[in-house]
């Protein structure tokens, strides 16, 4: 069964102290692995698709990366704006649909 | 440019009434979906539509339809209320193409039944 688990699920950390995000997939006929913003009482916003293991892409502070089985969603010197729901979604070959993940819910403090 | 704009934002409903949520779009894009997202579940596809006078269903489509008649408008109806449908519902577009993955979202509508 196709899936997808992020981990953890909800992240504390202190301003400048940078982590990662985990996206674990079983997806079989993958096509592209996708990051995704959600402020509070917003919509999801757009930040990055991967295609082929060892793709890599930045925006700012934050990069995302993915091998055969999961991507990484690195946050580097985060800010208290980089505070979040970041969601990781798969896309299946033949369908224009994504699946999400349940989210990890990363708080920046000052 | 809007961009994607649902209406209404909120809105309270009593077990067994009905209501139109309205998504609509000024980015030209042949994509759409509905979605309805709840604590601890994420984000789940309800229909999505790839061109005008096209619907399909998506991971949770029971109790709910959908029409697609004028390509920059997408309606999400429910017939008859649940609370089981308490959520907040999420309508977004994207272009066809290569680039169908890049969606946009509306900023939502909180529904509570009772």
């Known amino acids: 069964e196709d899936q997808v688990t992020q981990s953890p699920e909800a992240l504390r950390l202190q301003e400048g102290e940078s982590s990662s995000l985990n996206c674990s997939y079983t997806v079989s006929g993958l096509r592209g692995l996708f990051w995704y913003r959600q402020d509070p009482g917003k919509g999801p916003e757009f930040l990055f698709t991967?295609?082929?293991a060892g793709e890599e892409k930045e925006k700012e502070r934050l990069k995302a990366t993915l091998t055969k089985k999961e991507s990484f969603l690195h946050i580097t010197a985060p800010k208290p704006e980089d505070s979040a729901t970041y969601l990781c979604a798969w896309g299946k070959g033949g369908s224009e649909k994504l699946v999400f993940g349940k989210g990890t819910k990363l708080t920046v403090n000052p | 440019n809007a961009g994607v704009t649902q209406t209404p934002k909120f809105r309270v409903l009593k077990t067994g009434q009905s209501m139109t949520l309205l998504c609509a779009q000024d980015m030209n894009h042949e994509y759409m979906y509905w979605y309805r997202q709840d604590p601890g579940m994420g984000l789940r596809l309800i229909h999505y539509?790839?061109?005008?006078?096209?619907?399909a269903k998506g991971e949770v489509p029971d109790g709910y339809n959908v029409s697609r008649l004028k390509k920059q408008n997408f309606l999400l109806g429910l017939e008859s209320a649940a609370p089981s449908q308490t959520s907040v519902y999420f309508c977004?577009?994207?272009?066809?193409?290569?680039?169908?993955?890049?969606?946009?979202f509306g900023p939502g509508t909180r529904l509570t039944v009772t």
């Open positions: 539509s790839v061109g005008e006078g096209t619907t």
């Open positions: 977004a577009s994207s272009y066809i193409g290569t680039s169908w993955y890049e969606q946009y």
């Open positions: 991967l295609y082929s």
